[in-house]
């Protein structure tokens, strides 16, 4: 009886062993697939071959490669609202054209797996050109934030649309996974220099109020 009793258990067990890894393999597996499935699912891929406006200005390296977040300085300049057509849209970068050149923007997705990827892409570009704000810049700024330049006095806005995502908000708070509401929300901006040097920007009742490090 107690043979048969140490069967069962050991059936059960195995049983359990068995659905337990089973149920392991399929959620490492769905995570490998959340990424591609994610930009399927998300209606991004109709992007693809549309034109599109960037709505922050970008900085790109000499291999034409586009961070997230911009350095403070850069070798090439997209200002905002610049033309752009899509290329193709992958969960690790958004490959397009603009002014003839192509680009890579890496690292574009907010949060893990590629969550609110719709909300990640138009972070970055809108289908509008007039939703970009260029026409409500303050035109003492106008000329500053189309060459890249931050001034104090500037708005949020007009920062972002001069230098683009900062790297942090705070000095340890990197941006990869903050929407574009919650970078607004903060008034501690910390672009990358050079190496780990930083430029502070603080504002103040939403205006550019200093800039440390610069």
Known sequence: MCVKNLQQVTVVRDWAMCRGRWFLSFILLSLALLGCEGIKGSGVK??????????????ADEEN????????????LIPPGTVCTIK?????????IAAGESYVLTNWRIGYGGVNTRASFYKFFLENKEAVGLDKINPDFRESVLAGIAEVGMTKA???????????????????????????SSDNWYYLKSGKEKVLLEFTAGVLAQIEGQ
């Not at 109709?46 to 900085?59: I, L």
């Open 46 to 59: 109709e992007f693809e071959g549309q034109t599109v406006f960037n709505r922050v200005s970008f900085r």
């Open 65 to 76: 490669k586009i961070k997230n977040a911009n350095p403070f300085s850069g070798i090439i």
């Open 88 to 96: 193709s849209i992958s969960p690790e970068e958004i490959k397009f």
């Open 158 to 184: 007009e920062v972002l649309l001069s230098l683009g995502y900062p790297a942090y908000l705070g000095k340890e708070n990197p941006t990869t996974d903050d929407s574009r509401a919650a970078i607004l």
